[in-house]
């Protein structure tokens, strides 16, 4: 009686490999179509509700807070200002790098990050 | 740099890239259309399309893959799920229809050549041992791996593989040629 091992063997070996012959090719044909959104109007959905969201607040503030509020920006101190322009420039770029990490596959598998 | 299976699922998820799963689907139609040949008994039409419906469930499904097992192993329970669904729907899960295809394919009628006379061996064995012998014993898959594409527990297929195994042991000690 043959042993497991040998068993093993053979039954792997008895598997031929099967040849494509069109298989894939009929799989992705079968596949749902992919729903691309125009980017452009997803950049105009975002930049409108940014827009609406600024007037809906300069309105309900009566506009003195803007204005107070780059008054108040006008009194710091000039090193303070820079410091701050320099985290914002720090958090904007840093999200920057992440997108633009996220939507090229080559880079996002070099580096294997998860985001 | 080759790809591995995660990198092509990361990239199928986020870029929905049917490149990407096109690739998968290369990589493992032989496995998989190998597995459910040897499940409808060798029927190659209903085979491929069951692989076909298999493939087009994982492409659906793919968010709910978690990386826990081997995409291979995934793609085993969702094709093997594809089979057992069918069967039910032709009612070849039924115990009869078993034994009356063992009864109509008499061993001793067989092609004497080994990997025939395993191939035809591995065909008669019931529908639970022939599934964990071809996971586990063809396609390399662990007990525990097996087990989770069964959805069985861990040691009902240990003892499958150990019965399948004997049987065919038996059976082809008994064709081998004296």
Known sequence: ?115 | MELTDADLVARVLADDDQHAFGELVRRHQSSVRGLLRQLTRTDIALADDLAQEAFLRAYKNLRSFRGEARFSTWLYRIAYNCFREDARRRKELVGVDEKQWQAEHDPQTVDPALRHDLMHALSLLPLQERTAIVLCCQNGLSHDEAARVLDIPLGTVKTNVLRGREKLKRTLAAWAPN
């Open chain 1, 1 to 115: 009686m043959i042993d497991d091992d040998t068993l093993d063997q053979q039954l792997r070996e008895a598997v031929p490999y099967i040849n494509d012959d069109g298989f894939t090719t009929r799989v992705i044909a079968s596949l749902p179509a992919v729903r691309h959104e125009p980017r452009w109007l997803r950049a105009m959905i975002v930049v409108g509700l940014a827009l609406l969201g600024s007037g809906v607040a300069y309105v309900i503030g009566g506009g003195h807070v803007v204005r107070e509020g780059i008054m108040e920006f006008a009194n710091f101190p000039i090193w303070l200002l820079l410091v701050f322009a320099f985290g914002c420039g720090l958090v904007v770029g840093a999200f920057a790098v992440i997108f633009a990490i996220r939507k090229t596959p080559e880079v996002r598998d070099l580096t294997r990050l998860d985001f």
